[in-house]
């Protein structure tokens, strides 16, 4: 499974920005889509994830004012708010069951990342 992210950019500080990540391959299935974010320095850390059935989980730090959706095979960040300390790259995730040749096979694919610079 293949994952676009797409979205990021430059943004002041309290304002918004929206993330997509698209899936594509012989999905068969999808449960799990989130995304991570690593900020420089500091180790990747989970932002937000969401399951097929539509249960979410936020980090502490971005609950009230991030929030997850899922569209079949393609997961939105919308983002508001935004602090400086959000700024890092945003890696969308996906677990997966895809089939790879004639191989049914359960993944976990990472997608390219994508820079979010919030300006104070």
């Known amino acids: 499974v293949q994952l676009q992210a797409s979205g990021g ?3 002041q500080a ?3 920005l929206r993330l997509s990540c698209a899936a594509s391959g012989k999905i068969i299935r ?9 900020a420089p ?8 994830t969401t399951t097929s059935g539509g249960s979410t989980n936020y980090a502490d730090s971005v609950k009230g004012r991030f929030t997850i959706s899922r569209d079949k095979n393609t997961v939105y ?3 508001n708010s935004l602090k400086p300390e959000d700024t890092a790259v ?12 004639s191989d049914i096979v359960a ?9 979010v610079t919030v300006s104070s």
């Not at 999808?30 to 690593?38: A, E, L, N, V, Y």
């Not at 320095?41 to 937000?48: D, H, S, T, Y």
């Not at 976990?108 to 820079?115: A, F, L, N, R």
């Open 77 to 79: 960040l919308q983002m």
């Open 9 to 11: 950019g430059l943004v």
């Open 90 to 101: 945003y890696y969308c995730l996906a677990d997966s069951i895809a089939y790879v040749g």
């Open 14 to 16: 309290g304002g918004p």
């Open 107 to 115: 993944e976990y694919s990472w997608g390219q990342g994508t820079q």
């Open 30 to 38: 999808i449960d799990d889509m989130g995304w991570h974010r690593q």
């Open 41 to 48: 320095g500091k180790q990747r850390e989970l932002v937000a």
